[in-house]
């Protein structure tokens, strides 16, 4: 069965770096678009990134543009979420989601989920 596993949270002070990964199986990982999503406590899960199959495109939430970038490894089975310059707004629980077909930011389009990994940033 398909399986996303996301690591590489933890706790940072603002202004500093994370970088997220994500480990794919159960699928033919270059057929599939990737995409992370962020859920706050007491907030609906919000788009972050997402990146085409080939890793030549790549879409990014507003709030994230110029301090997050998106990456993919179509041989090792991975996406990448490089997070920089982060703010305590971005503290949430951080989810790998595979979308056969779709391409964007609406969660119903993704196919198969993570469980997440947790991003605090202190003050």
């Known amino acids: 069965q398909v399986q996303l596993a996301e690591s590489g949270g933890g706790l940072v002070q603002a202004g500093g770096s994370l970088r997220l990964s994500c480990a794919a199986s159960?699928?033919?990982?270059?057929?599939?678009?990737m995409g992370w999503f962020r859920q706050a406590p007491g907030k609906e899960r919000e788009f972050v990134a997402t990146?085409?199959?080939?890793?030549?495109?790549?879409l990014y939430a507003d709030s994230v543009k110029g301090r997050f970038t998106i990456s993919r490894d179509n041989v090792k089975n991975t996406v990448s979420l490089q997070m920089n310059s982060l703010k305590p707004e971005d503290t949430a629980v951080y989810y790998c989601?595979?979308?056969?077909?779709?391409?964007?930011?609406?969660?119903?389009?993704?196919?198969?989920w993570g469980q997440g990994t947790q991003v605090t940033v202190s003050s």
């Open positions: 989601a595979a979308s056969r077909t779709y391409y964007g930011s609406r969660r119903t389009g993704y196919d198969y």
């Open positions: 159960g699928l033919t990982f270059s057929n599939y678009i």
């Open positions: 990146i085409s199959r080939s890793g030549g495109s790549t």
